[in-house]
């Protein structure tokens, strides 16, 4: 017993006051003797299931130190220390049981296995009201709980629950449960990001109207006047802008081998080409593009609705702000609708152009249906792209600033445009 014990010490003076931080107070009391004071830090630490303060208070009870000798409660707490790999704890439990009798040591296993299952209980407890809590701030955050934050499942933290539970389209219980604050969380993060794209709209917001068009008058040549360059574009019955082109042959084969950027680049300078000379282009048919001349400051909103009329592998069309009167400076975003579709953003003067940023994914743009598109360009040059007011492109760029009008290109394929909208910012 007295070697035990020996050992017991070293290993306390020995240990690293950092690895002991969370007993630290009943340690120092420990070694200076004052057992009655250390046995009430080391019992809450023992209870929540801490394996070196049951390992102590097992030797307290062994030893009588603050508490009278009990050999069933210091087999128990060492039992618990040990079934947690302290080795020591083992050791000094083989030891107690040689002088207890086989119902002592049953008493001190039974004994054990309550401590255990009142640690697992308060563990429960803790788990539990952190949940709770959690939920709390993310629907106090989302703005469906005004109460305190407790960690107190009350009716008012219920009835919170099930607001945000109807509201996010999930089953109704008023239960918190991991699933809803994995749900609570993207919604808060969600909330988070459009606060953030509403602040930095509120910066630089784009009030002053430059362009709406809507085709009511069944003419595109006034009011605004768009100038046709080639191609056929004509207002329908329906009041709105169309433009038919057959897909090139050359663009409906996708090239597996290149990658997308390429792709995209390798296309666009091939309009370009046409564009600028149609006599050296590949294609038997001019490239249908309609422009408007528009002073367009550095921070500009374009929004278009156009519906395509099919999901043909090649089809394509542009938007492009440009500067200058031949139109070969500026950015074009650029759809095409390929094995994937991809959107791109690119930059494009007389010397070449270049991918800024692009998407690809298997439904972009949906046939047969019209599609909300926003280009959002601020003044720091960071722009953004909507589809149906959800952000598919967001990027910077400087090279050009200011623009004299903004084209429509049809690259192949069967389209109606509603309306087009073109804001600028007052400042």
Not at 92 to 102: G, L, V
Not at 147 to 169: K, L
Not at 281 to 307: C, M, R, V, W
Request: proline share 2%; aromatic share 10%.
């Amino acid at each position: 017993m007295r070697t035990c014990f020996i050992i017991f010490i070293g290993l306390l003076l020995c240990a690293p006051v950092s690895a002991y931080a969370d007993y630290g107070d009943g340690l120092y009391q420990y070694l200076h003797g004052h057992y009655d004071k250390a046995i009430n830090e080391f019992k809450p630490l023992a209870q929540e299931g801490n394996p070196k303060a049951q390992y102590i208070l097992g030797s307290m009870y062994a030893n009588g130190q603050g508490v009278l000798q009990d050999y069933v409660q210091a087999h128990a707490w060492l039992n618990l220390a040990a079934a947690q790999g302290h080795e020591k704890a083992s050791l000094y439990r083989n030891e107690i049981a040689q002088k207890m009798n086989s119902n002592q040591v049953a008493q001190a296993q039974q004994l054990a296995t309550q401590f255990q299952s009142q640690a697992e209980k308060q563990e429960t407890q803790k788990t539990d009201k952190e949940l709770i809590v959690s939920i709390q701030n993310h629907l106090q955050n989302l703005g469906y709980y005004s109460g305190a934050i407790d960690g107190v499942m009350g009716q008012n933290t219920s009835r919170s629950i099930r607001q945000f539970q109807r509201d996010a389209d999930l089953p109704v219980t008023g239960q918190p449960s991991s699933s809803l604050v994995s749900k609570l969380k993207q919604a808060d993060s969600q909330q988070e990001a459009d606060q953030r794209k509403e602040a930095k709209q509120q910066q630089d917001p784009w009030t002053q109207v430059l362009l709406h068009d809507e085709f009511a008058d069944a003419n595109f040549t006034s009011n605004p006047e768009w100038i046709q360059t080639a191609g056929t574009f004509w207002v329908d019955s329906n009041y709105f802008l169309r433009t038919k082109r057959d897909v090139p042959e050359a663009q409906k084969q996708a090239d597996q081998q290149a990658s997308q950027e390429q792709r995209v680049t390798e296309v666009f300078g091939q309009v370009v080409k046409e564009l600028m000379n149609p006599q050296q282009g590949e294609q038997t048919q001019s490239i249908p593009e309609l422009y408007t001349k528009l002073k367009l400051g550095n921070a500009f909103a374009l929004h278009i609705d156009i519906q395509m009329f099919s999901d043909k592998r090649g089809q394509s069309f542009e938007l492009k702000t440009y500067q200058g009167q031949d139109r070969s400076s500026g950015y074009a975003l650029r759809f095409l609708n390929q094995k994937e579709q991809s959107l791109a953003l690119i930059r494009f003067s007389q010397s070449g152009s270049s991918v800024i940023d692009v998407i690809r994914q298997d439904k972009l743009i949906n046939a047969n249906h019209f599609q909300s598109i926003s280009w959002l360009r601020h003044k720091d040059g960071e722009m953004r792209v909507l589809i149906n007011d959800k952000e598919v492109l967001s990027t910077q760029d400087n090279m050009f600033r200011g623009f004299d009008g903004l084209s429509l290109i049809n690259l192949g394929g069967d389209y109606a445009v509603r309306s087009i909208r073109v804001l600028g910012s007052d400042t």
